[in-house]
């Protein structure tokens, strides 16, 4: 058993895994999650200072539900996030779908080719297979 302090209230609680938060801090999360999703699915055009204002939680918060695809908002809702690589507005998750699909397939790509080196400098120097970075 690890005794840590909570990062929220700074209470000494026994940690067992995830998150550095003790059990009421992380209840009273959960609970503020709750009525965040009950007011964004109430309030289809609220923004994100609108779901601070009248729920009471720090931006940084309704941003990481957000980053975590918990807080899904609807098409045509104001709220907004950018995508970690390109910066286009997306509504949920990191990436756009784009980049979702880039990532994905660069991956899968890189896991075809055991022979063409470790490092990203070797594939791209790899003849047979050209790469054009024109972006
Ligand atoms: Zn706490
Ligand atoms: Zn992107």
């Known amino acids: 058993m690890e005794i840590r302090n909570c ?3 700074g209470k000494m609680f026994n940690y067992i895994t ?3 938060v003790c059990q009421s801090c992380k209840e009273a999360a959960e609970k503020k999650f709750q009525e965040v999703k009950d007011y964004v699915r109430d309030h289809k055009t609220a923004s994100i200072p609108d779901i601070c204002k009248d729920c009471g939680v720090e ?3 309704v941003q990481q ?3 975590e695809e918990r807080l899904i908002f609807a098409d045509d809702s104001p709220v907004k996030i950018s995508c970690e690589i390109c910066g286009k507005q997306i509504s949920t998750g990191r990436y756009c779908a ?3 699909r880039d990532t994905a397939a660069g991956i899968s790509e890189a896991a ?3 022979d063409s080196g470790s490092s990203k ?3 791209a120097s790899n ?3 050209m790469h054009t970075f024109n972006n």
């Open 127 to 129: 003849s047979h297979k």
């Open 65 to 67: 539900w957000i980053r």
């Open 59 to 61: 931006p940084k918060q």
């Open 7 to 9: 990062r929220k209230c």
């Open 112 to 114: 075809k080719r055991p």
């Open 18 to 20: 995830g998150p550095q």
């Open 121 to 123: 400098m070797n594939l």
């Open 98 to 100: 784009q980049c979702k």
